[in-house]
Antibody, heavy 119, light 108 residues
Framework: QVQLQESGPALVKPSGTLSLTCAVS?????????WTWVRQPPGKGLEWIGE???????NYNPSLKSRVTISLDKSKNQFSLKMTSVTAADTAVYYC????????????WGQGTLVTVSS | EIVLTQSPGTLSLSPGERATLSCRAS???????LAWYQQKPGQAPKLFIY???RRATGIPERFSGSGSGTDFTLTISRLEPEDFAVYHC?????????FGQGTKVEIK
């Protein structure tokens, strides 16, 4: 059973960079899967941030593309999110998710981590 | 980008009643790659339906998905107490993947 665990700073200053990591256990990040980041501002709906395939191919939400980078670290079996120039509007619970072994829908999710942007 | 519109925003029903949730897409969803997720407070979303009509592993038969093209429906035949939650639809047929704004099913 694939398990995902997000980690990273809970507080980021405005104009700073948000950096999160998703550790994968029970499966290999080199499998034919999409590794995804989704966020949810407090009291709001889900927003898809972007994804990376095991080959390194990436897709991003156009509204965030200029500020977001998703990368893989196969040696550590994890993937990461970097978001630059953050504002209070980026305050949200950030989830990592995957369609492990294909299909496209997200059968596996991390528990989520709240990131607050504030000085 | 495909915009998904869910309706209603909130559904107030009693246990034992039937729930019908709608998800409408601004353009056709490729290969009916439409999923439904259930989310409870403080928890991550959980996959319930994929491919518009296929139940994920362990999901009770009272949950069913239907539809194609731009109109999709999640039906809960008889609501159990544990079914009261928020349901999100998502299309994964094209990039960017997108979610609807969610429908809250609350106890009347």
């Amino acid at each position: 059973q694939v398990q995902l665990q997000e980690s990273g700073p809970a507080l980021v200053k405005p104009s700073g960079t948000l950096s999160l990591t998703c550790a994968v256990s029970g499966g290999s990040i080199s499998s034919n899967s999409w590794w995804t980041w989704v966020r949810q501002p407090p009291g709001k709906g889900l927003e898809w941030i972007g994804e990376i395939y095991q080959s390194g191919n990436t897709n991003y939400n156009p509204s965030l593309k200029s500020r977001v980078t998703i990368s893989l670290d196969k040696s550590k079996n994890q993937f990461s999110l970097k978001m630059t120039s953050v504002t209070a509007a980026d305050t949200a619970v950030y989830y990592c998710a995957t369609d492990y072994s294909g299909g496209g829908s997200y059968g596996f999710w991390g528990q989520g981590t709240l990131v607050t942007v504030s000085s | 980008e495909i915009v998904l519109t869910q309706s209603p925003g909130t559904l107030s029903l009693s246990p034992g009643e039937r729930a019908t949730l709608s998800c409408r897409a601004s353009q056709s969803v490729s290969s009916n790659y439409l999923a439904w997720y259930q989310q409870k407070p403080g928890q991550a979303p959980k996959l319930f339906i994929y491919g518009a009509s296929r139940r994920a592993t362990g999901i009770p038969e009272r949950f069913s998905g239907s539809g194609s093209g731009t109109d999709f429906t999640l039906t809960i035949s008889r609501l159990e107490p544990e079914d009261f939650a928020v349901y999100h639809c998502q299309q994964y047929g094209s990039s960017p993947r997108t979610f609807g704004q969610g429908t809250k099913v609350e106890i009347k």
